[in-house]
T-cell receptor, first 118, second 108 residues
């Protein structure tokens, strides 16, 4: 099955520093990847859509200058949390869409990255 | 507005009992709906999609456009079914809109 790898699984950083999270589709090419955020005991909220070779599309209320997304290749998207603050502490999950025949293809999810900002 | 509603945060049943996890949606177009499951300490994974009309691990879900529902059902719950279940709707731009999730706890 389709595999999406996310790295790192967890990271602790100091307030004011930047953190980069990688999302890779291991056995398929993904023109579109999505970044979600999940607070404890809450559902996944879409942050942005990452498009290979073009600018990401951000959801309302998500600061594009704070959450930098780069989709440099068909198998890699990165999310950089810049000048992190404790309120950015959360679980970040990426997903990738694999082309599929018959309806819209389901998304495949990475394992998530738990970010703790101290 | 596009919305997915899972009214139950927690559903607790005994092993062997039937299970129904409720999901209602609001979408102006023709929806494509999914159920995702997240077992403890594991990634979110696709359980089933309405277009496939398949049964995975004994679970089924039927799209009812009249009631705008996509409830997940299983006739006999197993302990290993204990997990977090998310209903999700995919819009025309392939964005997934998730419900708030229901934790299923199957007691022995």
């Amino acid at each position: 099955g389709a595999v999406v790898s996310q790295h790192p699984s967890w990271v602790i950083c100091k307030s004011g520093t930047s953190v980069k999270i990688e999302c890779r589709s291991l056995d398929f090419q993904a023109t579109t990847m999505f970044w979600y955020r999940q607070f404890p005991k809450q559902s996944l909220m879409l942050m942005a859509t990452s498009n290979e070779g073009s600018k990401a599309t951000y959801e309302q209320g998500v600061e594009k200058d704070k959450f930098l997304i780069n989709h440099a290749s068909l198998t890699l998207s990165t999310l950089t949390v810049t000048s992190a603050h404790p309120e950015d502490s959360s679980f970040y999950i990426c997903s990738a869409r694999r082309e599929h025949t018959g309806g819209k293809s389901p998304l495949h999810f990475g394992n998530g990255t738990r970010l703790t900002v101290t | 507005a596009q919305r997915v509603t899972q009214p139950e945060k927690l559903l607790s049943v005994f092993k062997g009992a039937p299970v129904e996890l409720k999901c209602n949606y609001s979408y102006s177009g023709s929806p494509e709906l999914f159920w995702y499951v997240q077992y403890s300490r594991q990634r979110l994974q696709l359980l089933l999609r309405h277009i496939s009309r398949e049964s995975i691990k004994g679970f089924t879900a039927d799209l009812n456009k009249g009631e705008t529902s996509f409830h997940l059902k299983k006739p006999f719950a197993q302990e290993e079914d204990s997990a977090m279940y998310y209903c999700a709707l995919m819009d025309s731009s392939y964005k997934l809109i998730f419900g708030s999730g229901t934790r299923l706890l199957v007691r022995p």
